[in-house]
């Protein structure tokens, strides 16, 4: 394992929060979330104990695909802001002891960058990746320039993927460059200056985009955690205290390559995503109709299991050792939130018990900690439709904050954007569960500070399976037993004889002689009378 500087001491203690700027908190009435609208919700964030964030892309944009198709890497998008508002955010999050990451889109553009402006009319230009006239390879696009032959794109046409080279040359398409030829080696000095800017400005680090996807046919992901390696060390020098997050679902390959984390995504790794999705995909919401179909172990009838996710966060665990870090996110701006399809408000609270004691650095999609819905059936905004079945607009939609019509949100019709949803029964708000100390919000804030204060919870502590099933039963850092029902019957189980000294989560939960047994959706957190070692 190539070797790095020590993660920074202080994401071993990272609760993340991931804000989607354009839906978070709007300022000017204009209906879009604004870096102004997350500076005045910051003490929302600081009440609940998250201490990072990050942010979706800001920068200049088309926003064909809600800001991932980049225009200007060194400017932000001026729906959000100014520079200046950015920089009173980093500020203020600062002096409430929240980090601030921002999203790096490596691997591809708008094709209204300037790069892509230049590249296609210049064919010496090999920013890109081109195939000459008389060429067509599957995936590229006629080129829209006066320079002949197609490009690649990455997702859409509209976002032509930037050139780092091939992992495997072939004679019959000669537009293969090698990852050291002057165009991969201008986007990897690219990388360094635009990460260089922003950090420059107090920035934490960077969630990355499509981190796997660089190179081109690279199998073995060999050249492409290459490119990264060669970033990390720069990294490691220029700015000691940043981070970096993968979008890579496999820990195993990004962390060695260089990178402090990976999530767990809907996508990625030796499983395809099925660890995350065993926990939470319920066949509805956000859906590949590639993907197999398998039963959620956060199912109201208690059909999962919660097998998969341990195996694959074993695995990638005992390759990581304490060189990095796997994160667990409860949803995401591509993935259908927590609360979707026919799972209800009171199956939650498991989740967060959960997601919040295991052994990974926890990640709360904005709303999440409140209940909001995955929404079904909102028309495509900004590229949010990438299949039959798989809208994610439904995941996008503003911040409930208030009780009145719009949720703080403006009410008139806007082009391209997420407009606000009326209250209802099944839409909380942050005012409502902030006057309500039984509310899940209310309940996500204790369990991010019971984290906090015991180390044994955090991502270094140690964890022992006693039942992997109905219900999910652990020891964390021979301290704390952690259990977990999420199906809707009453479930038990055997354990050997353990002592509890205190409740210090609970409800539904009965430890007696042996036994654990736990209500419905019932969960609990406790600590042992003796260590365990």
């Known amino acids: 394992m190539t070797s790095f500087r020590p993660a920074p001491a202080w994401l071993a203690d990272a609760v993340f929060y991931q804000i989607y700027p354009q839906s978070f908190a709007d300022s000017n009435g204009d209906g879009i979330g604004d870096f102004d609208g997350i500076t005045e919700r910051l003490d929302h964030l600081a009440w609940l104990g998250v201490n990072a964030v990050w942010l979706n892309p800001c920068f200049v944009s088309p926003f064909g695909d809600a800001g991932y198709d980049v225009a200007d890497y060194l400017r932000v998008a001026p729906r959000y802001g100014t520079y200046d508002d950015l920089a009173r955010l980093v500020d203020e999050a600062g002096r409430r002891g929240i980090r ?9 553009t708008s094709d209204q960058h300037p790069w892509f402006r230049a590249a296609m009319d210049d ?8 195939a000459p006239e008389g060429h067509s390879p599957d995936g590229f696009v006629p080129s829209p320039g006066s320079r002949p032959g197609t490009y690649l794109p990455n997702f859409f046409a509209f976002q032509p993927a930037l050139n780092f080279g091939y992992g495997r040359a072939r004679p019959d398409e000669p537009w293969r460059l090698p990852v050291d030829a002057p165009g991969p080696r201008a986007n990897r000095a690219a990388l360094r200056a635009v990460m260089d800017h922003w950090l420059g400005l107090g920035l934490a680090g960077f969630r990355v985009d499509m981190a796997a996807s660089l190179v081109k046919d690279d199998p073995d992901k060999r050249e492409t955690a290459a490119v990264w390696t060669e970033l990390r060390h720069w990294l490691d020098d220029a700015h000691p205290e940043a981070v970096l997050l993968s979008e890579w679902g496999e820990p195993e390959v990004s962390v060695p390559a260089g990178f402090h984390a990976d999530f767990f995504l809907q996508f990625g790794g030796p499983t395809d995503g099925r660890a995350l999705r065993s ?10 109709e590639a993907w197999d179909p398998l039963d959620c172990f956060f199912d109201p009838e208690g059909r999962g299991s919660p097998h998969p996710f341990v195996e694959a966060w074993r695995d990638a665990a005992d390759a990581l050792g304490d060189s990095g870090f796997i994160a667990l996110p409860t949803a995401n701006h591509d993935f259908s939130r927590l609360n979707c399809g026919p799972r209800t408000a009171g199956q939650l609270p498991a989740a967060f018990v959960f997601q919040l004691t295991w052994p990974t650095l926890p990640a709360i999609y904005y709303g999440d900690e409140i209940g909001m819905r995955y929404v079904p059936g909102l028309p495509g905004k900004e590229g949010s439709v990438l299949g039959p079945r798989y809208n994610r607009a439904g995941s996008r939609t503003p911040m409930q904050w208030d009780e009145g019509p719009g949720a703080g949100f403006s009410t008139a019709p806007a082009d391209r954007l997420y407009l606000p949803l009326d209250p209802a029964p099944d839409r909380p708000t942050v005012a409502a569960q902030r006057a309500d100390d039984t509310s899940l919000l209310h309940l996500v804030r204790r369990l991010v500070a019971l984290r906090k204060g015991a180390p044994e919870l955090g991502p270094g502590g140690s964890v022992e399976v006693l039942h992997a099933g109905y219900p999910f039963v652990y020891v964390r850092g021979g301290r704390y037993l952690v259990v977990v029902n999420p199906r809707r019957e009453q479930a038990s189980c055997s354990v050997e004889r353990i002592a509890v000294a205190r409740s210090l989560e609970s409800d539904g939960v009965g430890i007696e002689a042996g036994t654990v047994s736990a209500r419905g959706f019932g969960h609990g957190v ?7 070692g």
């Open 279 to 288: 926990l939470w995909s319920n066949g509805e919401g956000t859906v590949n």
């Open 100 to 108: 601030v990451l921002l999203d790096l889109v490596a691997g591809h």
């Open 526 to 532: 406790f600590e042992l009378a003796d260590a365990r």
């Open 123 to 130: 064919p010496a230009d090999d920013r890109y990746i081109w």
